[in-house]
DNA sequence: GCGACAG
DNA sequence: ATCTTGTCGC
């Protein structure tokens, strides 16, 4: 199955696909040094099927902006919670392929193995590509935590039955968690240690927060420039 | 049946 | 996710 067949199918076939990647996700311990880290997003208009994709590449742990690429593409799978990546994927693969260097390791906006199937967007992507990913979620999923302390990298295990599934890590303080879970080819504790050194200052990780304003503002631009079109103006 | 529900 | 001004708290 290729990501750009994601289109044909149905939430029971997209579920039964997720079934089978399941059983080829590999968390564990990454040996292999970090020195480049990309994060990646997705924008779109609602009621509209473009969707703008972005990959921004930094020097990792220096986090200096290296460079990045981005794919606008167009997709009619509609957004159901569980089957992001389903929606999200083809077009994170068209930036991921017109990228110049590839990244050690992506950080997703979405979750990794905190999913009911154990396979959110970021492990999805990886599985893949064959990267190692991690996934850097807003908000939670799946899986019962308890409220991480109010203080700066305070964190609490997320857990699925007994499963440890992720981490609400408090990355910066009187803000609300970000749940982080590793997504494919890494472990939870080096997931959490990477985005925490991806902190600067802000709730979001520098990767995933780059990546949204790239791919805003292309947004923003790609709209201006239809607007422009509809009052006849050419450029 | 009811509540929950990444982006 | 996106639409949007002010506003409350650290």
């Given at each position: 199955?290729?990501?750009?067949?994601?289109?044909?199918?149905?939430?029971?076939?997209?579920?039964a696909y997720q079934q089978e990647?399941?059983?080829?996700?590999?968390?564990?311990?990454?040996?292999?040094p970090i020195r480049i880290i990309a994060g990646a997003d997705i924008s779109f208009?609602?009621?509209?099927?473009?969707?703008?994709?972005?990959?921004?590449?930094?020097?990792?742990?220096q986090m200096e902006v290296i460079g990045h690429a981005s794919a606008v593409s167009s997709t009619k799978f509609p957004y159901i919670s569980g089957l992001l990546a389903f929606r999200e994927v083809p077009a994170l693969l068209d930036a991921w392929n017109k990228l110049e260097i590839k990244p050690d390791l992506m950080v997703l906006d979405g979750q990794g193995i905190a999913h009911e199937r154990r396979?959110?967007?970021?492990?999805?992507?990886?599985?893949?590509t064959d990267?190692?990913?991690?996934?850097?979620?807003?908000?939670?999923?799946?899986?019962?935590?308890?409220?991480?302390?109010?203080?700066?990298?305070?964190?609490?295990r997320m857990y699925d039955r007994d499963e440890v599934i992720g981490i609400a890590l408090r990355s910066k303080k009187n803000c609300n968690p970000i749940f982080?879970?590793?997504?494919?080819?890494?472990?939870m504790a080096q997931s959490v240690e990477i985005i925490k050194n991806c902190i600067r200052g802000y709730?979001?990780?520098?990767?995933?927060?780059?990546?949204?304003?790239l791919v805003n503002q292309i947004r923003v631009e790609h709209k201006d420039k239809s607007q422009l079109s509809i009052f006849g103006i050419t450029l």
């Amino acid at each position: 199955m290729k990501p750009a067949d994601y289109e044909s199918l149905t939430a029971a076939q997209a579920i039964a696909y997720q079934q089978e990647l399941r059983l080829q996700v590999k968390i564990e311990t990454l040996d292999k040094p970090i020195r480049i880290i990309a994060g990646a997003d997705i924008s779109f208009n609602k009621f509209e099927e473009t969707v703008y994709a972005g990959i921004v590449l930094f020097k990792y742990p220096q986090m200096e902006v290296i460079g990045h690429a981005s794919a606008v593409s167009s997709t009619k799978f509609p957004y159901i919670s569980g089957l992001l990546a389903f929606r999200e994927v083809p077009a994170l693969l068209d930036a991921w392929n017109k990228l110049e260097i590839k990244p050690d390791l992506m950080v997703l906006d979405g979750q990794g193995i905190a999913h009911e199937r154990r396979l959110g967007i970021a492990t999805h992507f990886g599985l893949i590509t064959d990267v190692p990913t991690i996934g850097s979620a807003k908000s939670r999923l799946r899986g019962k935590y308890e409220e991480p302390a109010n203080e700066l990298f305070a964190q609490s295990r997320m857990y699925d039955r007994d499963e440890v599934i992720g981490i609400a890590l408090r990355s910066k303080k009187n803000c609300n968690p970000i749940f982080i879970s590793p997504g494919h080819r890494v472990s939870m504790a080096q997931s959490v240690e990477i985005i925490k050194n991806c902190i600067r200052g802000y709730r979001i990780p520098e990767p995933t927060r780059q990546a949204h304003i790239l791919v805003n503002q292309i947004r923003v631009e790609h709209k201006d420039k239809s607007q422009l079109s509809i009052f006849g103006i050419t450029l």
